[in-house]
């Protein structure tokens, strides 16, 4: 069946903090064919309430977000981390609850967007270009919880005049890890210093990720040493030029 219509899901931290990255997922979309459907009620998917331990708050949020998704279309959202949160541990939200057939139709209909773009619509090529030297960390969330590794490559190197190099260690957490970043700091602080020195030396100019938590989180660390590096969604590197 041909997918004409998608819903998109827009994470608190692009809302808040990278609304651009947002818009530009827009652009993508259209730019592959699509029309798009933006729910203004949507709110957070529960991920910070859940790995903190306050499952009762998580699974409010969790209702209100199967509720929010539930046209049967495929919902779309760039970030890996909150997408992976959903696919994963809404098991065990709802698992045999009242919820049980939404949850799971849901889980089979929500997707990352590079995982959307290469895997569901074989559109791999956006006529961008970014003339940079970009090298890209692969966040933990992506990994090891959503499977990401490869869609996001493929995307940037179909990207005119991007040169990806690849990071030492590009796999290791950067230290954000949510509220890990504040109960520990100085060993979050290490994480992301071990990261960025990876990054510099490979000579890019550009840290790239799906997630823009993790992004936050280096360009925080690079601010405050004046590093000559900086961090962007692959989202925003995808849409550059269009």
Partial sequence: ?????????????????????????????????????????????????????????????????????????????????????????????????????????LQQNIFEITDFLVNVLNFTDFGSVFEHRVTYHDSCAALREYGLKGEPRTLLKNVHGLELVEMKDSDVCCGFGGTFSVKFEPISTAMAEQKINNALDTGAEFIVST????????????????????????????????
């Fill in 211 to 242: 997630d823009s938590s993790c992004l936050m989180h280096q360009q925080g660390f690079i601010d405050k040493h004046n590093l000559p590096i900086k961090t962007m969604h692959i989202v925003d590197v995808l849409a550059a030029g269009l």
């Fill in 1 to 105: 069946m041909k997918i004409t219509d998608v819903d998109i899901f827009i994470p608190c931290f692009i809302d808040q903090f990278f609304p651009q990255t947002g818009f530009n997922m827009v652009k993508l979309l259209e730019k592959a064919g699509l029309k798009v459907h933006y729910n203004t009620e949507q709110t957070c998917c529960g991920q910070f309430a859940f790995n903190s331990g306050y499952w009762d708050e998580a699974k409010k949020l969790g209702e209100k977000f199967i509720t929010d998704f539930s046209r049967g279309r495929p919902v779309v959202g760039p970030s890996a981390s909150c997408i992976g949160y959903v696919k994963k541990n809404f098991d065990e939200l709802f698992y045999n609850s009242a919820h049980h057939n939404e949850y799971k139709q």
